[in-house]
């Protein structure tokens, strides 16, 4: 169409290192992947970057992480597009480093 402007969000998720200028994007979502060191917890939610290096510098243990619930992303991507935005380019770490893209997968059998 002539004149159409598509309205795009960026999804990644908070294994994605984003730069300060653009974290407060209003077209950027961030799903937070849960982190179990200790305990579950959501980076930039519960703890921030800093705090978890330092968390990690002083454990014994090395971290893992969890997936976020599929009926949480799918409720994510319907409330983006009730926003009206009518494409959504999601980035996220390959199958091979997180099992995050296999949950977004779950999401086309909806």
Do not use: C
Not at 34 to 58: C, R, S, T
Not at 62 to 90: H, M, N, R, W
């Amino acid at each position: 169409k002539r004149g159409y402007k598509m309205k795009i969000a960026i999804v990644t998720d908070s294994t994605a290192y984003l730069p300060e200028r653009i974290k407060d994007h209003p077209n950027l979502v961030v799903i937070p992947i849960p982190v179990i060191l200790w305990k579950n917890i959501q980076e930039g939610i519960d703890i921030e970057a800093d705090e978890y290096y330092a968390l990690l510098n002083n454990s014994k243990e090395f971290p893992t992480t969890s997936q976020p619930a599929l009926g949480e992303v799918l409720e994510l991507y319907k409330s983006i597009a009730e926003q009206g935005y009518d494409t959504i380019i999601s980035i996220h770490l390959s199958s091979g480093i997180s099992g995050f893209v296999h949950t977004l997968h779950g999401l086309t059998d909806e």
